[in-house]
């Protein structure tokens, strides 16, 4: 019998399981393709801050994400590399905004004297930022949990244990990014937007990552790069996944104009010398509307509802008195910054399952919930 039993082994499930495994509890996780095989396996994976000025979802950004590189460094420094980031202004970030905690400043020729291959960029440095190798890191974070590698069609509940194939657990987490929801919650509006990674050799030497609307990594150890970025929206009104993105016809028709994309835009900040693509990996991340991500207990929206039908005109019900799926909680919606949230929402998800904490209202699952009954129904 299991404590929690984690569905998805991306980044979110990957943490959650090692933060409770931490605590002492007794973890099982499982994937219908393998650990990181989603949208983590294809991320960059970029730890990069949130420039402008502060508000509460940037503020948000860059708390988790001082709370994850020190976690990263501690976890697998070896799948760590902490270096910074160089911002070049694009159309969501002007000089200004890129300037608002009075960065560093590269001139053109300034970055010419650090690499002879930059091209005529100039850009704001960023100290605290890193990359990451997400299947190593995904692979580390479960360390002594067990896997099973299932596609779980549905979830069977009686007499207060889940039983899931026969894999046995009182508590379920659901970690499934863009796939399709075992448990029913339409006030979670997931919507998928896709990506892309390359990884490729070069002679290039790139002092630190390179960021303008697509990211490029500083080289790693074996000298390979990464190159990444997710951007293109699935405009098909099925929203969510039930393959993966390697056989999904939208993607696969779409693949080499990507991967020439990409490398177009990198060569735009840097000359890529002798550049040998090794591989391209394909993802869709999944993000909700107010870009914050989801954490905590799943409510029961049927149930909810017909109990307090008043909640649609705008009442007020307190969150303890909504019903609940009994014993399933989620952690989701990690949008395009899944690596640097995972750990920081892992942490305080293991805290509300094992202490009681409260869940800050913004990423809370209540929210959502009160929103959409309140416009939607
Ligand atoms: C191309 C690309 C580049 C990115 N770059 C970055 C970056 O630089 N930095 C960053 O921080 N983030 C980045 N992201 C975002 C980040 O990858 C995601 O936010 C994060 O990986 C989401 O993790 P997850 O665990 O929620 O989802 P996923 O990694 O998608 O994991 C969900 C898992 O659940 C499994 N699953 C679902 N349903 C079932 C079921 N019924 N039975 C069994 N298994 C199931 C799936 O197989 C999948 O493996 C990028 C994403 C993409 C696609």
């Known amino acids: ?20 495994k931490k605590e002492g509890k007794n ?19 970029f730890l990069s801050p949130l420039a402008g000025k502060k508000n509460p979802y940037n503020s948000f950004v860059n708390d988790s994400l001082s709370f994850s590189l020190d976690f990263y460094k501690e976890v697998s420094s070896e799948s ?25 400043y590269y001139s053109s020729d300034a970055l010419k004297t650090i690499c002879s291959d930059f091209k005529e960029i100039e850009g704001f440095f960023y100290a605290d930022a890193g990359h990451i ?8 974070m479960i360390e002594g949990c067990d896997f099973y590698k299932k596609d779980i069609i549905e979830l069977k509940y009686e007499n207060g244990v889940y039983d899931i194939h026969g894999i046995r657990a009182k508590n379920i987490i659901l970690t499934q990014g863009v796939n399709t929801p075992l448990v029913d919650a339409p006030y979670i509006e997931l919507s ?12 290039t030497k790139i002092p630190f990552n390179i960021h303008k609307s697509i990211s490029i990594s500083t080289n790693k150890k074996d000298n390979t790069i990464a190159i990444g970025a997710t951007q293109q929206r699935h405009d098909s009104k099925e929203m969510l996944c039930n393959t993966s993105c390697d056989k999904c016809s939208f993607y696969i028709d ?32 999944a993000s909700i509307k107010s870009y914050f991500p989801v954490v905590g207990a799943l409510i029961d929206f049927d149930a909810t509802l017909e109990k307090y039908p008043s909640i649609k005109n705008g009442t ?16 989701n919606a990690l949008g395009s910054r899944g690596f640097v949230f995972a750990p920081y929402l892992a ?23 009160f929103k959409y009954a309140r416009k939607k129904v």
């Open 254 to 285: 779409d693949e080499k104009t990507q991967v020439e994309y990409l490398l177009e835009k990198a060569n735009e900040l840097i000359a890529l010398r002798d550049l040998e693509v090794i591989k391209a990996y394909k993802g869709a991340r």
């Open 347 to 369: 942490n305080i998800l293991s805290q509300y399952l094992l202490e009681k904490t409260e869940i800050a209202d913004e990423i809370s699952t209540q929210k959502l919930f």
């Open 316 to 331: 007020k019900i307190p969150k303890e008195s909504l019903l609940y799926h009994p014993n399933i909680y989620i952690l």
């Open 1 to 20: 019998m299991y404590d929690y039993l984690i569905i998805g082994a991306g980044a979110a499930g990957c943490a959650i399981a090692h933060f409770l």
């Open 27 to 45: 973890i099982a996780i499982i994937d219908r393709d393998g650990v990181a095989s989603g949208a983590s396996g294809a991320a960059g994976a």
């Open 192 to 203: 998928p937007i896709f990506g892309l990674r390359v990884d490729a050799k070069t002679s």
């Open 133 to 140: 190798n997400p299947a190593e890191i995904s692979a580390k």
């Open 80 to 104: 760590f590399i902490k270096k910074g980031v160089l911002r070049v202004a694009d159309d969501n970030f002007s000089k200004d905004r890129l300037n608002e905690l009075q960065n560093e």
